[in-house]
């Protein structure tokens, strides 16, 4: 079959180029972005994902994908259509669908023979019925176009990985039609298979990415109890991890989720809720509690100076978790406006992720390279993500190197005991 997806991004790109490595189908990946096409052709990745580039380079020597702005070649002649465009939240906190419908509406214009649209893009229930409607009525041949769901599960940071591990395949569809050619493009995936009807599959990717968002805020809730009542919420996670019921993973407390799926996929699930007139009360308070919780090591360091006109604070990591240079929703964003806006010095470090935060803070901040410059003097520190290579500093240098070493970990990177015996101060979540 030739396949093609629509969108190389995180999601995209890691699919098409999983796809091709795979075998058995021809990969057109395409973008309106030129600049991420022109990239991708000399065997650029445009993102940073672990083993990605790699793949990209020997899949395109083995002709097995390509890359192309030529929306009119490729969805001519394609038996199905990925598309894996974003779908950002709206300041209602519904679904943006624009970038869909227009993907849509350039596939209904090109498409030439039968073609099966796949969404991967994570939409509201309901959507890929519109969808199926709308490219329908755009279309200029008597061809048949059908709509399936197929939601994606991989987590930014280890996304080859996990499509290639993927603990299930969702496949939402109407027709046999469609599921046979959905289970046909999988035929080399040995993962689990679940085919359901579109609207259980939309749902499926809301409700999971919900529940995480809500077992995160549930951990950081507890943990802000842990601090009042004396408790450490680490013995705590590792207590109830124990129970094959809660299970081990996202057990970690911290300063809030972000990236580009939690914060939106909450609210748009919540907002969708409320205009069929049923409150999420669940999901409303895990937004809340994520609200409050991104902000919490701004507030209490205040606690700790009488004002942060001209106080060198260091920064380290920007990106909203470790292994990804996504920025999008994260924590660090809040914190350093807040820093900013009360007059302080912000020094950043970040391993990956420095390009896209001087998208965001321009030169109003200062980026330096490594951990050991980024505290030198500074008044005070906030550790935003656990890159390995924050969690393994000696920290012997927060005290040496710190014009006032005092730091605020809002990943409990460090042992409580060693950064006492190194005579830091140092104040994580929920210990
Ligand atoms: P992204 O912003 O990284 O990439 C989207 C890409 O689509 C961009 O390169 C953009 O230029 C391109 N695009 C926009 N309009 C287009 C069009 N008409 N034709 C072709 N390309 C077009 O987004 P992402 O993070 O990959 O997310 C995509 C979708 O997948 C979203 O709905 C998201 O919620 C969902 N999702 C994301 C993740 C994740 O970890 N990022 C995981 C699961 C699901």
Not at 303 to 322: M, Q
């Amino acid at each position: 079959m030739k396949i093609v997806v629509a969108g190389t991004g995180y999601v995209g790109l890691v699919t098409g180029v999983c796809l091709a490595e795979r075998g058995g189908h021809h990969i057109v990946c395409v973008d309106v972005n030129s600049e991420k096409i022109s990239m991708l052709k000399s065997g650029i990745s445009p993102i940073y994902e672990d083993g990605l580039e790699e793949l990209i380079k020997k899949n395109n020597d083995l002709n097995r994908i390509e890359f192309t702005s030529d929306f009119e070649s490729a969805y001519g002649d394609a038996d199905a259509v990925f598309i894996a465009v974003g779908t950002p939240e709206r300041s209602d906190g519904s679904a943006n669908l624009d970038y869909l419908k227009s993907a849509a509406k350039t596939i209904a214009e090109n498409a030439k023979k039968d073609i099966l649209v796949i969404i991967k893009s994570t939409v509201p229930i309901g959507t890929n019925e519109q969808i199926e409607k709308y490219i329908n009525k755009h279309k200029k041949e008597n061809i048949r176009i059908e709509v399936a769901s197929n939601p994606e599960f991989l987590a930014q940071g280890s996304a080859v990985r996990d499509t290639f591990e993927a603990t299930r395949i969702v496949i939402g569809v109407e027709s046999e039609w469609a599921k046979e050619i959905l289970l046909d493009i999988y035929k080399n995936f040995d993962n689990h298979k679940l085919v359901t009807n579109r609207n259980s599959a939309e749902m499926i990717k809301y409700a999971s990415n919900d529940f995480l968002a809500l077992k995160i805020s549930y951990m950081n809730d507890i943990a802000n109890l842990c601090e009042i009542v004396g408790a450490d919420i680490e013995d705590v996670a590792l207590g109830m991890s124990f129970d094959n019921r809660i299970g081990s993973n996202f057990l970690n407390a911290g300063v809030g989720y972000g990236g580009s799926c939690f914060p939106k996929d909450t609210k748009a699930l919540h907002w969708l809720s409320n205009s069929n007139g049923y409150e999420l009360k669940t999901i409303k308070a895990a937004i809340e509690v994520n609200e409050i919780q991104k902000l919490k090591l701004a507030k209490k360091s205040s606690d700790f100076v009488e004002s942060f006109n001209n106080l060198k604070v260091a920064i380290l990591g920007l990106t909203y978790k470790p292994g990804t240079d996504d920025l999008r929703e994260a924590p660090s964003i809040v914190n350093i406006r807040y820093l900013l806006e009360r007059g302080a010095k912000v020094v950043a470090f970040d391993p990956v992720g420095i390009d896209n935060a001087k998208k965001i803070f321009g030169d109003t901040i200062a980026y330096v390279n490594d951990i050991d410059s980024a505290i030198l003097d500074a008044e005070m520190c906030f550790i935003m993500t656990e890159w390995e290579v924050i969690k393994n500093y000696d920290v012997s240098n927060y005290k040496k190197l710190m014009k006032r070493p005092l730091v605020f970990d809002g990943r409990n990177c460090y042992k409580i005991s060693e950064m006492k015996d190194n005579g830091i101060e140092y104040y994580s979540i929920g210990r």
